[in-house]
């Protein structure tokens, strides 16, 4: 049964420069229109994929192999940062270990999120030279990436944000934090969010994105300030005298020095009024144990103004207050 080809497809079987087909598939028509040549078709199609061969291995191979060379080393060196920041979690000189176990994973996400994106610009480069039109792909991925962008953007901000706290350390777990505007106990922190507990016991969940200023009150020594009130009447010099022997005397208790990073001080005399002096002392502590030392030391603080006869501020106050009138 004879073969009935159009005029324009004659047209593209006889004059092959003219016609945008690959070069691979214009000896193929030759063979259906002369079916008694064989042999010279499939010689003919034969040269064509030698001679699309040959230019492929000489044109766009050598460009595949270096775009996949510059991907490796990129992958090797992303690699390195993120093996040295896992080194950097074992050692001594971190917080906690769960800080440790934070910067380990946030070396894993790190070079994950790294490698996709040096694989995702490695592909965008080869796929064009193996004959693919990325057009329609990146304008299908840009109308998808645009619509989860707007979907996630709370999310993408609670991330990135968390990223940062992470990377620069401005909390650990159980430091005293003050942020938008709840202040707690860290208990627990992702990339995603911050757990605070606050004196009450309530459990506060916090967004990272939500975060705008962070007010850590427990990072590496606490200010513990104590204000005694003593009757107006004692001698300044000795309760000055005695609060210093108080102090030192807490500085010094085996169960309290490792508390106390510095020297308790009394700058003297912090407020006057009426029949009360207050006087003011200073004790650095680590985070944490300001309650223990503080407790510690009014308790001594008692016991030395009882022994050497020191009265409180105002120890008769009265208290009064308005009755209400009879119906």
């Not at 070069?23 to 079916?35: D, G, T």
């Not at 291995?57 to 060379?69: A, D, E, T």
């Not at 050692?91 to 790190?110: D, M």
Request: charged share 20%.
């Amino acid at each position: 049964m004879p073969l009935v080809l159009s005029s324009a497809t004659l047209k593209s079987i006889m004059n092959p420069g003219e016609t945008p087909a690959l070069p691979v598939l214009q000896p193929l028509p030759a063979m259906l229109i002369f079916p008694n040549g064989g042999r010279d078709g499939l010689f003919r199609v034969l040269s064509g994929w030698g001679d699309d061969t040959f230019d492929f291995v000489r044109h766009q191979v050598p460009r595949i192999v270096g775009v996949l060379i510059i991907a490796f080393i990129l992958t090797r060196l992303l690699k390195i940062a993120s093996r040295h920041l896992a080194e950097l979690s074992n050692r001594h000189g971190l917080p906690s270990a769960l800080r440790a176990q934070q910067l380990r994973t946030l070396s894993s996400v790190i070079y994950s999120v790294g490698v996709f994106v040096i694989m995702f610009l490695a592909a965008l480069q080869i796929l064009p030279l193996l004959g693919i039109n990325m057009g329609p792909l990146l304008a299908s991925a840009g109308i998808a990436g645009l619509a989860i962008g707007f979907g996630a953007q709370t999310l993408v901000r609670d991330f990135i944000n968390g990223f940062f706290i992470l990377v620069e350390n401005q909390y650990d777990i159980g430091d005293t934090i003050k942020l938008a505007t709840v202040q707690g106990t860290v208990e627990d922190m992702t990339l995603r969010r911050t757990v605070l507990r606050d004196d009450n016991g309530s459990v506060h969940t916090v967004p990272n994105g939500e975060i705008r200023i962070v007010t850590n009150l427990t990072r590496d020594w606490t200010q513990l300030p104590m204000h005694i009130s003593v009757a107006y009447g004692a001698d300044s010099d000795q309760v000055i005298k005695l609060l210093k022997e108080v102090g030192e005397e807490v500085a010094n208790d085996p169960h309290f020095a490792e508390m106390i990073v510095a020297k308790p001080e009394v700058p003297g005399i912090e407020r006057v009024s009426g029949s009360e002096v207050d006087y003011l002392l200073l004790v650095k502590t680590r985070p944490g144990s300001q309650y223990a030392v503080s407790r510690e030391l009014r308790r001594r603080i008692k016991a030395c103004f009882e022994k050497n006869h020191i009265e409180p501020g105002n120890p008769n106050r009265w208290y009064v207050v308005d009755a209400p009138k009879p119906s």
